[in-house]
């Protein structure tokens, strides 16, 4: 590998690290904050599409889109970026099971921590729904540029 190519696979790297940390930082104010008014109004769910249809229950369809969209949209940045910054999770099985327990440990918090929130499995599956998605339409393609391996010369 050419000092220029280390470089720039460096910069990336560096670059999808903070873009990393920028991201975990919006996951931990938006889904770890108290939220004491809302707090009778949460429930765990632990029953896949239990939320999701009182999602779709809504009476304004932009209040159902903006939930399950904003919970797609929130996992999309792990899907694109956990295989750039850690190579070995590439992989579709890989990018699955780990934003599942990265999102299970989240939701997890959210129950037993924080005042309003509540444990949902929806959300869990939006999530991962939505880093699939990210890995499918990106992660993937930018981790093998970032990390290709070149051919050895003889």
Not at 28 to 57: C, F, I, V, W
Not at 65 to 75: A, C, P, S, T, Y
Not at 133 to 144: E, K, T, V
Request: proline share 6%.
């Amino acid at each position: 590998m050419g000092p220029l190519r280390f470089v720039a696979r460096l910069l990336a790297m560096l670059c999808a690290f903070t873009f990393m940390v920028a991201f975990a930082v919006v996951l931990a104010k938006l889904t770890l904050q108290p939220s004491p008014a809302s707090e009778a109004l949460t429930h765990t769910n632990l029953r896949p599409g239990s939320t999701l249809r009182a999602y779709l229950d809504q009476p304004e369809l932009r209040d159902a889109v903006r939930q399950i969209g904003g919970n797609l949209l929130l996992g999309v940045p792990f899907g694109v970026l956990v295989p750039v910054v850690a190579p070995r999770t590439r992989g579709v099985l890989r990018v699955l099971l780990l934003t599942a327990t990265v999102m299970l440990l989240v939701e997890f918090a959210q129950g037993a921590l924080v005042t309003g929130r509540a444990f949902d499995i929806d959300d869990v599956i939006l999530n991962t729904t939505g880093a699939l998605i990210g890995y499918l339409l990106l992660g993937r393609r930018l981790s093998r540029v970032v990390h290709a391996r070149r051919p050895r010369s003889s």
